[in-house]
């Protein structure tokens, strides 16, 4: 459990609403003691509505909730990180964040999470699902193809079709992960620690 100082704020904390997947930032609220408490407890986050006075879970009338995937405080503890899986839009307009539509970078993580539905889902009719039921040796020669194809694309002067190859070669990449069972974070962090060694 987090060691919130909520004496700061009057009471009150900030808290920063991520999506787990992207990292977008999704909207701020604020948090008194109960809310955190209500939070920690139900998995889904509620808020302390400075205009009602009153506790608020976020989707408690459109059914939007936001799942609680971690919640992290900063290093003076008063104020909250919190990742999130939205099981709709997160702002009353309609967007999936407070702050504009949905970039694509940290796209590849909710592609990533398709494509695990797919054949978790045993999806009927999916290409995704179809390919993967092939097995491994047609999985990786697919991403050899597409490994190949890009790099004739990369010796022309059509960068559309370069980097349809590149979106190509990254989802067949993905669905190989997903055959051996390897996140796409777990490629990262062997990056990450390449990188320390510099």
Known sequence: MTDIDFKKGNGLVPVVIQDNDTLQVLMVGYMNEEAYNKTV???????????????????????????????TSDCDNDALLIKVDPAGPVCHTGTRSCFGEAAAKGFVYTLGKIISQRIDGNSEGSYTNKLYKKGINKVAQKVGEEAVELVIEAKDDNIDLFKN??????????????????????????????????
């Open 41 to 71: 407890s139900e998995g889904r986050v509620t808020f302390f509505s400075r205009s009602k006075n009153r506790l608020w879970t976020k989707g408690e009338t459109s059914g939007s909730y936001l799942i609680v995937n971690n919640i």
């Open 165 to 198: 190859e590149a979106a190509d070669l990254l989802y067949h990449f993905l669905i190989l992960l997903k055959t051996k069972n390897v996140a796409f974070e777990e490629v990262e962090e062997v990056l990450k620690e390449r990188h320390k060694g510099k």
